[in-house]
C-alpha cells in the first residue's frame, strides 16, 4: 500500500541567462510528491525571516523540501550514507526554537 504523500506542480522557466548561447525557451514541469505540506513550511521559513530577502526564504525552503524528500527515499543509497546523519543534526538545529 503505498503512503499518502502531497501532490505538487512545479513549473520552471528561464527568465534570463547570462550567458546568451545558454539561453532557453524549454519549460520544465515536474510532478512530484513530499509528505510534508510544503506552503506551511515555506510560509513557517519566510516568518522566522533568517534570510536576506522573503525570496530567498522560500528558495531555501523549497529546494531543503526537495533536497530532503529525495535523501529519505534513498537514505541507503551510497551518495548519502555519510551526510544522513548531519543532515538529522541539520534539520534539529533549524527547527529549535531561535
Request: hydrophobic share 45%; proline share 11%.
Given at each position: 500500500m503505498e503512503k499518502k504523500a502531497n501532490r505538487y506542480l512545479l513549473t520552471l522557466q528561464q527568465l534570463s541567462s547570462?550567458?546568451?548561447e545558454n539561453k532557453t525557451d524549454d519549460i520544465l514541469e515536474l510532478e512530484f510528491t513530499n509528505h510534508d505540506e510544503l506552503f506551511v513550511i515555506i510560509?513557517?521559513?519566510k516568518n522566522r525571516q533568517?534570510?536576506?530577502t522573503e525570496n530567498e526564504s522560500?528558495?531555501?525552503a523549497l529546494g531543503l523540501k526537495l533536497f530532503s524528500e529525495v535523501l529519505i527515499k534513498n537514505r541507503?543509497?551510497?551518495l548519502f550514507e555519510e551526510?544522513?546523519?548531519q543532515f538529522g543534526e541539520f534539520m534539529k538545529k533549524l527547527k529549535a526554537k531561535p
Open positions: 547570462v550567458r546568451e510560509n513557517a521559513i533568517l534570510f536576506n522560500i528558495e531555501f541507503k543509497h551510497p551526510l544522513g546523519p
